[in-house]
């Protein structure tokens, strides 16, 4: 998708079902990517470069469990990228961002606004001009991120969407870190009405939450040592 300002790609890697973001600045050819995946780093790079963008920032939305982070890659490749991540992780970046601090892709503006509960330090990104946030693992396709590790608190969580995400307008479109199911993007107005999960009162979501019993993401002990530290191996 190309508008006036923004170029924008959605991308996908196949064995932890991750979706990555390209955002670009039409005018100044300044780009940001979010949540690049490391065995998808060359492919990303490839496109990168053909678009003529210059990165400038590796937005993270959290410490990922079900893979490593291509950010440590990315800056190899392009020296002047900045990789980002909350400053309530915990973990390595070269900018630590507050709760809804700014940062700038050329003459773009995204804001990071904290939504801890799948993680203690999730993030999600409101590109306010055109009408996008990016929720990592807050928020999915009609789903959320799961809650039983990493601080995971479901009440926290509920309360970050809530606030944070679908406190948004209704016409803003959701792009969210992973589907499992074939769906690449959503919107506040659906989400409120038909995510099984969040149009529960507050007491039913905790309880189903706490009784997932998900097997644990295969990548977990590989991914968290690595995410740790900016996806350095
Ligand atoms: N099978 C996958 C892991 C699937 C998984 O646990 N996904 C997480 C996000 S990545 S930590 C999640 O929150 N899922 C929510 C849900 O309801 O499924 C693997 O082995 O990588």
Redesign the pocket.
């Given at each position: 998708m190309i508008t006036s300002t923004l170029i924008f790609r959605q991308l996908f890697e196949a064995?932890?079902?991750t979706y990555t973001y390209i955002i670009g600045c039409a005018a100044t050819r300044k780009a940001a990517i979010i949540d690049p995946v490391l065995e998808t780093v060359e492919r990303d790079a490839k496109l990168i470069s053909q678009l003529d963008l210059d990165l400038q920032l590796g937005l993270n939305t959290h410490v990922?469990?079900?893979?490593v982070t291509g950010t440590a890659a990315l800056a190899k490749i392009f020296p002047s990228m900045r990789s980002c991540l909350s400053d309530e992780s915990g973990a390595k970046a070269d900018r630590l961002l507050a709760h809804r601090e700014k940062v700038k892709v050329g003459r773009l503006e995204m804001q990071c606004r904290h939504t801890p509960g799948?993680t203690n330090g999730c993030s999600s990104y409101v590109l306010d001009s055109e009408g996008l946030v990016f929720t990592g693992?807050a928020l999915?396709f009609r789903?959320?991120?799961?809650t039983d590790f990493q601080q995971g608190d479901a009440s926290r969580l509920y309360d970050s969407v809530w606030n944070e995400i679908l406190s948004l307008p209704d016409n803003f479109s959701i792009f969210p870190?992973?589907d499992?199911n074939g769906h690449m993007s959503s919107s506040v107005r659906e989400e409120k009405k038909f995510n099984p999960r969040l149009t529960l009162e507050k007491k039913k979501f905790i309880e189903l939450m706490n009784n997932?019993k998900?097997?644990?993401?295969?990548?977990?002990d590989r991914a968290l040592l690595a995410n740790m530290k900016n996806g350095e191996m």
């Open positions: 064995r932890s079902s990922h469990a079900d893979h799948h693992d999915l789903g959320c991120g799961r870190g992973h499992y997932l998900l097997d644990y993401p295969k990548q977990i």
